[in-house]
């Protein structure tokens, strides 16, 4: 193996355990989520949740706010307010829904919160269906690499 290679494989590995750090934040907001999931069920308002999942993000010794008011603005005029369900750790905005099935609709809108908060990522999390929901959501203004909802 040569120099460059070596140097081009370790470069690999330092943005892969990098990567894996930023995504220990959203892995322990999802386990927090699936505790709250898991003790409910589904079947609960979306206010039960969010109590719920205060409480375990508490327990994880995750730092958060609550409904933060973020100013919305349009071309330059503010039209009004948003407020994201959690933002933990100042880095991830937490959007919570109790539907049965989450649809486009909602992934658009947790997209708009992740930009107009000008956060890297996001989280929707559905607790409304049998099985918990969660989708990460990127913000595509800040990283085109990861502009996408997985």
Do not use: W
């Amino acid at each position: 193996m040569s120099e460059s290679e070596f140097t081009e494989l370790l470069n690999l590995q330092n943005k892969k355990k990098n990567t894996m750090e930023k995504d220990e934040l959203t892995f322990k907001i999802i386990g927090c989520a699936m505790k709250v999931h898991s003790t409910l069920g589904n079947g609960f308002q979306e206010v039960i949740y969010q109590r719920c999942l205060a409480i375990e993000l508490q327990r994880a010794g995750l730092e958060f706010e609550r409904e933060v008011e973020h100013p919305i603005y349009y071309e330059g005029l503010h039209v009004g307010t948003r407020r994201a369900d959690f933002v933990v750790e100042n880095k991830v905005i937490v959007e919570l829904k109790a539907l049965i099935n989450l649809e486009d609709v909602h992934l658009a809108q947790a997209k708009n919160y992740v930009v107009a908060y000008k956060f890297e990522k996001g989280l929707l999390i559905n607790f409304g269906a049998t099985s918990l929901q969660y989708k990460l959501i990127f913000n595509p203004t800040l990283n085109s690499e990861n502009s996408k909802i997985q």
